[in-house]
């Protein structure tokens, strides 16, 4: 199944408007086994998705192992964005030295079973690794070593991005872009633009928030980070509904299932709106089952949202959601 695929950066490669997240396919979300695991990979490739993004700390490297067992029966392989830097112990920017990089990436490699990995992002590194010459020079040795082929970031805040914008080797910036989440609209989007840098919008149905399947009541498992993160308590609480409070976000995002109406799914109109900011390359939501999968890809299929839908998630951001949102954000 065809989709529509954009550029991404400058790395020669065509990736689809929706792409695959698999965090959850690691960990962190619930227990999703072998099998599940397998039927959400392959939904998603034949779907359409030339893009997933995965990380070498999600389930310790399960997460890898999954896509490459996946892609062993397959013809065609789809572009494979992996992260590092997380394994770093302890967490401070003085661990990113050129021979953790080299062993946090050779682990990749041997976990997806390739020589070359497609695109190594730091993984929401400390604030410092981001001007930090030395990180990049290390990571253009990898690429002229065929380690990987292309490097990006993975960023909390636009003022992150904008810094690494700054060092012309990196080739994407992932971060996070939601209807509850617009400051990278601003600048950072704009600037990755002009520079030719391509954009991963990840966290783009709030861990679920709109999908408008939640309320008030609404629980989540012990090892699920919608559970244990809420508040901030692992890592940063904006990878957590985006940052806005659960209870906000409930009533933010009923709105928002209004403004969708009975024709369209929820989830698929938030989707949609990643999809159409100018300067997304592509977005790439989670999914726990088929299902999920088939919902996600269904948006790209969609017409661009009317004037006055954008308008009204406007409305819903600014008088629900914007007084809620950090300032770094």
């Known amino acids: 199944m065809s989709m529509e695929q954009r550029p991404l950066g ?6 689809s408007v929706i792409g695959l997240g698999t965090w959850q396919l ?21 779907a359409g998705v030339t893009l997933l993004d995965t990380a070498d700390v999600y389930g310790d490297g399960r997460s890898e192992e999954r896509i490459r067992t996946a892609l062993v029966t397959r013809e065609d392989r789809p572009f494979v964005a992996t992260k590092a830097g997380r394994r770093a112990d302890p967490f401070e920017a003085a661990q990113y030295t050129p021979d953790n990089l080299r062993a946090w990436i050779d682990r990749s490699r041997r976990n997806l079973g390739v020589e070359t990995l497609d695109l190594v992002q730091l993984h929401c590194p400390p604030p410092a690794v981001y001007s930090d010459q030395r990180v990049y020079d290390a990571l253009d040795a990898l690429v002229e070593d065929g380690a990987i082929a292309a490097y990006g970031v993975s960023v909390e805040s636009v003022a992150e991005g904008l810094t690494a914008l700054e060092h012309p ?7 996070i872009l939601n209807v509850f989440r617009r400051k990278p609209l601003e600048e950072l989007l704009p600037a990755a633009a002009k520079a030719g840098v391509g954009i991963l919008a990840r966290v783009p149905l709030a861990s679920g928030l709109l999908t408008g399947k ?20 692992a890592f940063d609480i904006g990878e957590t509904f985006a940052g806005v409070p659960f209870e ?14 009975d024709a369209v799914p929820t989830a698929a109109l938030a989707l949609r709106w990643v999809i159409d900011q100018p300067g997304v390359t ?19 299929s969609m017409a661009p ?3 006055s839908q954008l308008s009204d998630l406007e ?5 629900r959601v914007r007084a809620h949102v950090h300032d770094r954000w």
């Open 26 to 46: 690691g960990g962190d979300w619930g227990d999703v086994d072998d099998d599940a695991a397998a039927d959400v990979l392959d939904a998603a490739l034949d």
């Open 305 to 307: 949202l009317s004037d």
């Open 282 to 300: 592509t977005v790439i939501p989670g999914a726990r089952n088929v299902t999920q999968v088939r919902g996600n890809v269904a948006a790209a």
């Open 214 to 233: 939640y309320d008030e009541s609404t629980t989540f498992a012990a090892d699920d980070h919608r559970n244990f993160n809420r508040h901030g308590e």
């Open 315 to 319: 409305r819903v951001y600014d008088e």
């Open 169 to 175: 080797g990196v080739q994407s910036i992932q971060v």
């Open 248 to 261: 906000v976000g409930v009533v933010a995002a009923r709105e928002v299932a209004e403004i969708a109406g």
């Open 10 to 15: 400058r790395t020669g490669a065509d990736v």
